[in-house]
């Protein structure tokens, strides 16, 4: 067990042009676990269910993830009271607990503690920049008093209130990364991935990339697009993306949230594990070296993504103890045909088929939220089987 302080940072291991894999979406993984609450989606297990959180960081690590990140999505305090939500927690005592899991987990082995902020309420109510930088300024406090080893600036849908995240958070002199849930399209406000890029990286951000909202072929897409952007403008940065694990072709510019699967029917979606390693290969090839996951995201994604990049890592996570590569673990199946299945190309060439022989491949996103009466009645999903 290494001593805090004793790691190599991240920037140290993204300037020595190694990987650093992220970990996956806590949100969803909880959800589903029973310990986060759909439409909130606040982090307040970490102060109320601790086993759960140590648990699911747990599993990430011997995946192979190289940072624990705290789980402290929406844990601004304006977030964690918003529309009526009631808590038994304050903000601080979920970011003190929620840094305490991931250091405790992340001294476990090589792993590396980021402290998170994303997009507040008080943004999109039109406050003030002094008003967001100091709803900010209250989160990172607690991550000042922990000593997390670099930040993170995640889910931004507005570039804008991400560069006053940056802005702040810089000031601490710790690493900065900074993602924004976008796709090609760019922000909310029609601002490109490599214009948002930019103004990152002006506004101080060490890493810039993408997260969440779309799957991870248009988020390594998106990403080049910000790479280019930095690169013309005669900058330098790392890079990162920290997609969905869904499939999302048909999604528009707000991403999955328009989905009318969104959030609980999503399962259909989900890409493969060996997907997930065409993934990773594909960000590598793009120039990204930090390479993680969000919503959908379970420990066994983060392992193929661990898997494929073995190589150039140096290293087989420790969850690969159990698991063959490419499925050469079937060898010893007591069926023929699947002992047949224990090869590289049988899983790339395969066409997962859904077993819902009346669903739709695609669906219809719902317009975008800014086009809808708040109080018109819910309409019937386009692929809803009557």
């Not at 959908?296 to 140096?314: D, K, Q, W």
């Given at each position: 067990m290494a001593p805090v302080g004793s790691k190599r940072g991240v920037l140290e291991r993204l300037d020595a042009g190694e990987v650093v894999i992220g970990d996956g979406g806590f949100v969803f993984a909880l959800e589903k676990r029973g310990y986060v609450k759909a439409g909130p989606w606040t982090p307040e297990a970490a102060a109320e269910h601790p086993e759960a959180v140590r648990q699911l960081h747990r599993e990430f690590l011997r995946a192979g993830s190289n940072v624990m990140q705290t789980f402290t999505f929406y844990a601004s305090d304006d977030k964690l009271e918003n529309r009526g939500n009631?808590?038994?927690?304050?903000?601080?005592?979920?970011?003190?607990?929620?840094?305490?899991?991931?250091?405790?987990?992340?001294?476990?082995?090589?792993?590396?503690?980021?402290?998170?902020?994303?997009?507040?309420?008080?943004?999109?109510?039109?406050?003030?920049?002094?008003?967001?930088?100091?709803?900010?300024?209250?989160?990172?406090?607690?991550?000042?008093?922990?000593?997390?080893?670099?930040?993170?600036?995640?889910?931004?849908?507005?570039?804008?209130?991400?560069?006053?995240?940056?802005?702040?958070?810089?000031?601490?002199?710790?690493?900065?990364?900074?993602?924004?849930?976008?796709?090609?399209?760019?922000?909310?406000?029609?601002?490109?991935?490599?214009?948002?890029?930019?103004?990152?990286?002006?506004?101080?951000?060490?890493?810039?990339?993408?997260?969440?909202?779309?799957?991870?072929?248009?988020?390594?897409?998106?990403?080049?697009?910000?790479?280019?952007?930095?690169?013309?403008?005669?900058?330098?940065?790392?890079?990162?993306?920290?997609?969905?694990?869904?499939?999302?072709?048909?999604?528009?510019?707000?991403?999955?949230?328009?989905?009318?699967?969104?959030?609980?029917?999503?399962?259909?979606?989900?890409?493969?594990?060996?997907?997930?390693?065409?993934?990773?290969r594909e960000a590598y090839k793009a120039g990204i070296r930090y390479i993680g996951g969000c919503c959908g995201f379970e420990p066994y994604h983060i392992r193929a993504v661990a898997e494929e990049l073995a190589t150039e890592r140096g290293i087989l996570p420790e969850a690969s103890e159990k698991h063959g590569m490419w499925g050469s673990g079937l060898e010893m199946h007591t069926k023929p045909w699947v002992r047949a299945r224990a090869r590289r190309d049988y899983w790339e060439r395969l066409k997962p088929a859904s077993g819902r022989p009346l669903c739709p491949s695609m669906s219809t996103p719902d317009a975008s939220l800014n086009n809808i009466n708040a109080d018109q009645s819910a309409k019937v999903p386009s692929n809803t089987i009557h």
């Amino acid at each position: 067990m290494a001593p805090v302080g004793s790691k190599r940072g991240v920037l140290e291991r993204l300037d020595a042009g190694e990987v650093v894999i992220g970990d996956g979406g806590f949100v969803f993984a909880l959800e589903k676990r029973g310990y986060v609450k759909a439409g909130p989606w606040t982090p307040e297990a970490a102060a109320e269910h601790p086993e759960a959180v140590r648990q699911l960081h747990r599993e990430f690590l011997r995946a192979g993830s190289n940072v624990m990140q705290t789980f402290t999505f929406y844990a601004s305090d304006d977030k964690l009271e918003n529309r009526g939500n009631k808590l038994t927690f304050t903000g601080q005592q979920i970011n003190e607990a929620a840094c305490d899991l991931a250091r405790e987990v992340a001294n476990e082995g090589d792993a590396l503690v980021a402290g998170g902020v994303s997009q507040t309420p008080s943004y999109l109510s039109c406050k003030s920049e002094d008003e967001v930088k100091k709803i900010f300024k209250k989160q990172l406090d607690v991550f000042i008093k922990k000593n997390v080893d670099f930040l993170i600036a995640e889910y931004f849908e507005h570039v804008e209130e991400a560069e006053w995240a940056v802005q702040v958070l810089k000031a601490t002199g710790k690493p900065v990364a900074a993602t924004l849930c976008i796709g090609p399209e760019g922000d909310m406000h029609g601002v490109s991935p490599g214009e948002c890029a930019v103004r990152l990286v002006k506004a101080g951000a060490d890493i810039v990339g993408v997260n969440c909202h779309f799957d991870p072929m248009t988020c390594v897409k998106t990403v080049a697009m910000m790479k280019a952007g930095v690169e013309k403008a005669g900058l330098k940065a790392h890079y990162m993306t920290q997609p969905l694990a869904y499939h999302t072709p048909d999604c528009s510019c707000q991403g999955f949230i328009d989905l009318p699967e969104f959030p609980f029917a999503l399962e259909p979606r989900i890409l493969t594990r060996w997907e997930m390693q065409h993934y990773a290969r594909e960000a590598y090839k793009a120039g990204i070296r930090y390479i993680g996951g969000c919503c959908g995201f379970e420990p066994y994604h983060i392992r193929a993504v661990a898997e494929e990049l073995a190589t150039e890592r140096g290293i087989l996570p420790e969850a690969s103890e159990k698991h063959g590569m490419w499925g050469s673990g079937l060898e010893m199946h007591t069926k023929p045909w699947v002992r047949a299945r224990a090869r590289r190309d049988y899983w790339e060439r395969l066409k997962p088929a859904s077993g819902r022989p009346l669903c739709p491949s695609m669906s219809t996103p719902d317009a975008s939220l800014n086009n809808i009466n708040a109080d018109q009645s819910a309409k019937v999903p386009s692929n809803t089987i009557h």
